[in-house]
């Protein structure tokens, strides 16, 4: 699982770098003042995978301790 939202995380990058697909989105109402949303969803998707890397761990135990302090 991480593997693969590591690559979705990598590809979305791409995307967004570029602003590749981006100007039917901005024509929508909910996205007519920037496309924050885009950027939030990013960031829980690179959560889940470093929740699903940290999983994989002898320390995952100790993951939401650290992660809570972060």
């Keep these: 699982m991480a593997s693969l939202c590591k690559r979705m995380l990598d590809q979305y990058d791409r995307l967004r770098k570029r ?31 470093r929740e699903y890397l940290a999983c994989e761990s002898a320390e995952y135990i100790s993951y939401a301790d650290t992660a809570e302090q972060a």
């Design 19 to 49: 602003n590749a697909f981006l100007e039917q989105y901005k024509r929508e109402k909910p996205f007519a003042n920037g496309l924050e949303e885009f950027d939030d969803s990013r960031a829980v998707v690179d959560e889940l995978m």
